[in-house]
């Protein structure tokens, strides 16, 4: 099963670590937050994956080399451009496309979700895309019909809405958890060229194909954005480590 990890971002909210550093070299309790993503991945099943590089890009890319993951890592070079997650996801689709879906993992995110049932749910529905969606307080949302099926965003903090069905009755917010199941399709059916959001590409497409919400309210998920949620996370993996 083939995963990307979405590491190339500048960390900005992580300053100072990401001073002399990738965001995804942070250590969280003695351990990267790229090799917690990649063991993660690994447990559930996934030996391809591919790591998109742009900020300390050489530093990553040295780090990624030195080690045995035991799987096949490939690296999608970002260096001279950073091309945000949807130009992330299309810049690496020589290594994405296939006959089967992939799933796409932010590297700053630590949680308990089950990866191998979010891939076999998708697997077992037509749906283009099925991310990983919780009720947990975020300044952006996207917001799911009553049959969790993808129908807008917004933008808590500046009440910015997209909704491109117009139809603003009986939608539900969700946080996303920066973890996401995709068909190959989608790379015949996006537009949009460069340097885009994955949530932009979402939301022009929900309208004729079906992308679907995966409830992960009751799992752990952090987003390791800030330097206090590293306290968080290395709490949270002493603990689990001991049950």
């Known amino acids: 099963m083939k995963a990307m990890i979405l590491a190339a971002g500048l960390g900005t909210r992580l300053k100072p670590l990401t001073n002399d550093r990738p965001k995804a070299l942070v250590e969280i309790g003695g351990v990267t937050l790229l090799e917690h993503a990649i063991a993660k991945l690994i447990d559930s099943g996934f030996d391809e994956i591919v790591i998109n ?14 080690k045995d993951f035991g799987v096949n890592i490939y690296i999608s070079d970002e ?60 300044s952006r949302v996207f917001l799911f019909d009553l049959n969790m099926k993808l129908s807008g965003w917004k933008n808590l903090l500046t009440k910015k809405e997209v909704i491109p069905s117009g139809n603003h009755e009986q939608l539900t917010e969700y946080a996303f958890a920066g973890i996401h199941v995709i068909s190959p399709d989608v790379f015949n059916l996006i537009t949009l060229k460069g340097s885009f959001s994955i949530v932009d590409a979402y939301l022009s497409l929900c309208n004729k194909y079906t992308i679907k919400g995966f409830d992960v309210t009751n799992n752990y998920v952090l987003d390791v954005g800030k330097a206090n949620s590293i306290v968080m996370a290395e709490e949270y993996l002493r603990v689990k480590s001991e049950k």
């Open 79 to 138: 260096s001279e451009w950073l091309l945000d997650t949807g130009g992330g996801i299309f810049h690496a689709s020589n290594f994405l496309i296939g006959d089967a879906p992939f799933l796409v993992h932010n590297v700053d995110i630590i949680t308990d979700i089950d990866l191998n049932l979010l891939y076999k749910t998708h697997s077992n529905t037509d749906s283009l895309a099925t991310l990983a969606v919780g009720k947990r307080d975020s």
């Open 53 to 66: 590089v742009h900020h300390f890009s050489e530093m990553l890319i040295s780090f990624i080399r030195s």
